[in-house]
């Protein structure tokens, strides 16, 4: 039975997984019971399906595919996908580690209806996952993030780190996140900004850092 290839850790092989491909698509939209018990391997399988390429060197899923699928889903799935996308893209040895700049670029959709509050905290860790690169992601996921509530992104040690390398993407990345209530910034915030502070002149002449120490010091 086909519904085998949903247990975790069990990949189809390339050959199979084309005489499936339209049934495992179809099957985050259907009424099917399976729908909700496997959402994250569902996500995997599709995605693994786009990252996986045949003798002539087509994806199995194309990216147009994905990104139909990723519109047409809804936002469990679309954020299981992007919860997948940022443990997978964060080591070399990952086929998404390369691919990561076309699922930002070209995979994941543009419209407004699918960027949620849920989905932008994934695109912030994935972000914080690619830390060695986090110049170069943090702009590509900015322009999918919008206010994020209830605290969905913590500020720990490793994002501390990355506000010391990089202050001004960090606060672009953080403007573009927080709420306007700065009581409802994320855990870690102050000290993420005196970070920030420290750096001194490139700090100061960010205007996304300055609006936010505006903010904080006016709580």
Same mark, same amino acid.
């Given at each position: 039975?086909?519904?085998?290839?949903?247990?975790?850790?069990?990949?189809?092989?390339?050959?199979?997984?084309?005489?499936?491909?339209?049934?495992?698509?179809?099957?985050?939209?259907?009424?099917? %019971?399976?729908?909700? *018990?496997?959402?994250? !391997?569902?996500?995997?399988?599709? #995605?693994?399906?786009? @990252?996986? $390429?045949?003798?002539?060197?087509?994806?199995?899923?194309?990216?147009?595919?994905?990104?139909?699928?990723?519109?047409?889903?809804?936002?469990?799935?679309?954020?299981?996908?992007?919860?997948?996308? %940022?443990?997978?893209? *964060?080591?070399?040895? !990952?086929?998404?580690?390369?691919? #990561?700049?076309?699922? @930002?670029? $070209?995979?994941?959709?543009?419209?407004?209806?699918?960027?949620?509050?849920?989905?932008?905290?994934?695109?912030?860790?994935?972000?914080?996952?690619?830390?060695?690169?986090?110049?170069?992601?943090?702009?590509?996921?900015?322009?999918?993030?919008?206010?994020?509530?209830?605290?969905?992104?913590?500020?720990?040690?490793?994002?501390?780190?990355?506000?010391?390398?990089?202050?001004?993407?960090?606060?672009?990345?953080?403007?573009?996140?927080?709420?306007?209530?700065?009581?409802?910034?994320?855990?870690?915030?102050?000290?993420?900004?005196?970070?920030?502070?420290?750096?001194?002149?490139?700090?100061?002449?960010?205007?996304?850092?300055?609006?936010?120490?505006?903010?904080?010091?006016?709580?």
């Amino acid at each position: 039975m086909w519904f085998i290839l949903l247990i975790p850790g069990k990949p189809p092989s390339a050959d199979i997984f084309p005489l499936l491909k339209d049934r495992i698509l179809k099957l985050s939209q259907s009424d099917h %019971s399976l729908r909700r *018990s496997y959402e994250e !391997s569902i996500a995997s399988l599709v #995605l693994w399906g786009w @990252l996986t $390429k045949n003798e002539e060197g087509q994806r199995l899923v194309a990216s147009e595919e994905f990104k139909r699928w990723l519109l047409e889903s809804d936002e469990a799935y679309r954020t299981s996908c992007l919860w997948l996308v %940022s443990r997978w893209s *964060s080591s070399k040895d !990952s086929a998404l580690y390369g691919e #990561l700049y076309e699922f @930002l670029g $070209k995979v994941w959709p543009k419209e407004l209806r699918v960027q949620t509050s849920k989905t932008a905290a994934q695109m912030c860790e994935i972000a914080f996952n690619n830390s060695e690169r986090f110049a170069e992601i943090e702009p590509l996921v900015e322009r999918f993030l919008v206010e994020i509530e209830d605290h969905g992104i913590n500020l720990l040690d490793d994002e501390k780190s990355i506000a010391e390398q990089h202050p001004v993407q960090m606060s672009n990345l953080l403007f573009r996140a927080v709420s306007d209530n700065v009581h409802r910034w994320p855990w870690g915030m102050e000290e993420v900004l005196e970070i920030i502070e420290a750096t001194g002149p490139e700090a100061f002449s960010c205007e996304s850092f300055l609006e936010l120490k505006r903010m904080w010091d006016s709580r």
